[in-house]
């Protein structure tokens, strides 16, 4: 291993590598001692380009290897448009690409350099080849930050993140590589298994399709039969449900790599201008989709020990049915998809209460149409605190549209039309509705900038029936976990405990 850089290094042509930004570097680690620092950039392992984490961990496995790193340097500004045209006095100067040519290698012998980089992909995010009815970056308002408007579907975030992928954009080496790297388990968006009505429901692109089979979805399924799927249904009444759901349920069932199937419905919001006409499921056709699932259910769950098919919650509210127990979600293997998040949440019961608060406290518990109900009966012990007000408060989407019931998308400006300031002495939101690590909303207000407005505390409420009763009763901070967006939210789980897990760590 070299002790310290050496510059400077040859310049490299840029389409032979995919820069990735070092965001931190062990202390004591191989790449410290060989001078790596923050803000430096990894350019190729033994020679060759690294186009994310899992392939860099990938290389580090085979025992040697060379980390070739520059460290950028600020580039000259370049000055825009050409001298002596009629528009020569609007040129400006603007920041170029920084300069990568300073560069220095060291090598690694079955050690973890010690590098964290500021993306997991350092190639860019693979986009949708898809034009789905049901998509719900197409039914998204504008004016949020860009990254919400981005149609993934990156099969390696799939594997990383948990996020679901349609398998129609992939190509051949796609899926060597998945199959070479054993990148299982994957989760899949099935929706159909009738090739037709998939294509149909899908209306894939042909020029953003790479290869024809990968559109094939029983060969995919069989093609990947050594990776795990997690595979979903997102049901569209009239379309995909009834014989087509029953069709669909007995394919998957049938392959052994498929380990489970979430069944969700349609989600809507109010921006559906020139998109196709849908609608969600009425009551009796809710009942009618669990009738045919529980069906499907016991005999897997007779003959194969699992029940194999998992309803979303909302699929149940919507049918006004009780939610399944904690037994019979097998463990919930699919709770970011919203299968059994609330029975999740009802899972740890209320600690003891007070008699009586040392303060009289109103506190309001804001959330969506469809988990108003449900929660304001969880809290009912509450209410025999003296002292304490509690109101469950059905907050109406005003980003989304008020088609939108669930919890997870109501953003600062639906808290803002719902609560008047200074109605309460504590605000509760669903810890869905926070980006990730945060406490930024979909809309990028910040519980902060609420607190202010509202002129009350506001805190997240918990992931548990009994953490929320923490927060309301002793004003702790919520330690729940944050799911994003949308059922293509991202697990809670280290990205160096993942891939230790697949045994690539160096």
Same mark, same amino acid.
């Given at each position: =291993?070299?002790?310290?850089?050496?510059?400077?290094?040859?310049?490299?042509?840029?389409?032979?590598?995919?820069?990735?930004?070092?965001?931190?570097?062990?202390?004591?680690?191989?790449?410290?001692?060989?001078?790596?620092?923050?803000?430096?950039?990894?350019?190729?392992?033994?020679?060759?380009?690294?186009? +994310?984490?899992?392939?860099?961990?990938?290389?580090?496995?085979?025992?040697?290897?060379?980390?070739?790193?520059?460290?950028?340097?600020?580039?000259?500004?370049?000055?825009?448009?050409?001298?002596?045209?009629?528009? +020569?006095?609007?040129?400006?100067?603007?920041?170029?690409?920084?300069?990568?040519?300073?560069?220095?290698?060291?090598?690694?012998?079955?050690?973890?350099?010690?590098?964290?980089?500021?993306?997991?992909?350092?190639?860019?995010?693979? /986009?949708?080849?898809?034009?789905?009815?049901?998509?719900?970056?197409?039914?998204?308002?504008?004016?949020?930050?860009?990254?919400?408007?981005? =149609?993934?579907?990156?099969?390696?975030?799939?594997?990383?993140?948990?996020?679901?992928?349609?398998?129609?954009?992939?190509?051949?080496? +796609?899926?060597?590589?998945? &199959?070479?790297?054993?990148?299982?388990?994957?989760?899949?968006?099935?929706?159909?298994?009738?090739?037709?009505?998939?294509?149909?429901?899908?209306?894939?692109?042909?020029?953003?399709?790479?290869?024809?089979?990968?559109?094939?979805?029983?060969?995919?399924?069989?093609?990947?039969?050594?990776?795990?799927?997690?595979?979903?249904?997102?049901?569209?009444?009239?379309?995909?449900?009834?014989?087509?759901?029953?069709?669909?349920?007995?394919?998957?069932?049938?392959?052994?790599?498929?380990?489970?199937?979430?069944?969700?419905?349609?989600?809507?919001?109010?921006?559906? /201008?020139?998109?196709?006409?849908?609608?969600?499921?009425?009551?009796?056709?809710?009942?009618?989709?669990?009738?045919?699932?529980?069906?499907?259910?016991?005999?897997?769950?007779?003959?194969?020990?699992?029940?194999?098919?998992?309803?979303?919650?909302?699929?149940? &509210?919507?049918?006004?049915?009780?939610?399944?127990?904690?037994?019979?979600?097998?463990?919930?293997?699919? #709770?970011?998809?919203?299968?059994?998040?609330?029975?999740?949440?009802?899972?740890?019961? #209320?600690?003891? #209460?007070?008699?009586?608060?040392?303060?009289?406290? /109103?506190?309001?518990?804001?959330?969506?149409?469809?988990?108003?109900?449900?929660?304001?009966?969880?809290?009912?012990?509450?209410?025999?605190?003296?002292?304490?007000?509690?109101?469950?408060?059905?907050?109406?989407? /005003?980003?989304?549209?008020?088609?939108?019931?669930?919890?997870?998308?109501?953003?600062?400006?639906?808290?803002?039309?719902?609560?008047?300031?200074?109605?309460?002495?504590?605000?509760?939101?669903?810890?869905?509705?926070?980006?990730?690590?945060?406490?930024?909303?979909?809309?990028?207000?910040?519980?902060?900038?609420?607190?202010?407005?509202?002129? =009350?505390?506001?805190?997240?409420?918990?992931?548990? #029936?009994?953490? &929320?009763?923490?927060?309301?009763?002793?004003?702790?901070?919520?330690?729940?976990?944050?799911?994003?967006?949308?059922?293509?939210?991202?697990?809670?789980?280290?990205?160096?405990?993942?891939?230790?897990?697949?045994?690539?760590?160096?």
């Amino acid at each position: =291993m070299t002790a310290a850089p050496e510059f400077p290094g040859p310049h490299i042509p840029e389409e032979t590598f995919y820069p990735a930004p070092i965001k931190t570097v062990e202390a004591g680690s191989p790449a410290e001692r060989a001078g790596v620092q923050p803000g430096d950039v990894l350019l190729r392992v033994n020679g060759e380009a690294v186009t +994310d984490v899992l392939a860099y961990r990938h290389k580090l496995s085979q025992g040697v290897a060379t980390l070739e790193i520059a460290r950028p340097r600020e580039a000259p500004r370049a000055m825009t448009g050409v001298p002596g045209t009629a528009q +020569d006095h609007h040129r400006l100067f603007l920041p170029a690409p920084p300069s990568l040519e300073d560069t220095f290698t060291f090598t690694v012998e079955w050690e973890d350099p010690g590098l964290d980089f500021e993306e997991v992909l350092f190639d860019g995010i693979k /986009k949708c080849a898809n034009k789905c009815d049901f998509c719900y970056v197409h039914q998204m308002p504008r004016g949020f930050r860009k990254s919400l408007y981005i =149609m993934d579907d990156d099969y390696r975030l799939s594997f990383l993140y948990g996020s679901f992928v349609t398998l129609t954009n992939l190509t051949e080496g +796609d899926i060597n590589r998945i &199959l070479d790297e054993n990148l299982s388990p994957l989760y899949v968006s099935v929706h159909s298994s009738n090739q037709e009505l998939r294509q149909d429901m899908m209306k894939w692109w042909k020029l953003k399709v790479k290869d024809e089979q990968a559109v094939q979805i029983r060969g995919m399924i069989e093609r990947l039969e050594s990776i795990d799927l997690y595979t979903q249904i997102v049901l569209v009444p009239e379309r995909n449900d009834r014989e087509n759901l029953d069709e669909t349920v007995e394919y998957l069932s049938s392959r052994p790599n498929v380990i489970s199937a979430a069944v969700v419905p349609i989600g809507l919001t109010g921006h559906r /201008k020139n998109l196709p006409d849908v609608r969600t499921f009425n009551r009796e056709e809710a009942q009618d989709t669990l009738a045919r699932l529980n069906v499907w259910r016991k005999k897997f769950l007779a003959e194969r020990g699992t029940r194999f098919i998992f309803p979303s919650d909302e699929l149940y &509210l919507l049918a006004g049915e009780p939610l399944p127990s904690e037994e019979e979600y097998e463990g919930f293997p699919m #709770l970011e998809n919203g299968v059994g998040m609330i029975r999740d949440f009802l899972t740890e019961p #209320l600690p003891e #209460l007070p008699a009586a608060l040392p303060e009289p406290r /109103k506190v309001i518990l804001g959330t969506g149409a469809l988990f108003a109900e449900s929660l304001d009966l969880a809290v009912q012990p509450l209410r025999a605190i003296e002292g304490l007000e509690i109101e469950v408060r059905h907050v109406v989407n /005003k980003t989304f549209g008020d088609i939108t019931t669930v919890a997870g998308l109501l953003t600062g400006r639906c808290f803002r039309h719902a609560i008047k300031p200074g109605e309460a002495d504590l605000l509760l939101v669903p810890n869905s509705t926070l980006r990730y690590g945060t406490e930024l909303m979909l809309d990028d207000v910040s519980l902060t900038e609420l607190r202010q407005e509202l002129k =009350m505390d506001i805190r997240p409420g918990g992931a548990t #029936l009994g953490e &929320l009763a923490r927060v309301i009763l002793q004003g702790t901070q919520s330690s729940g976990t944050q799911w994003g967006m949308s059922a293509h939210a991202v697990k809670d789980r280290p990205l160096e405990e993942k891939v230790a897990e697949q045994g690539m760590h160096a």
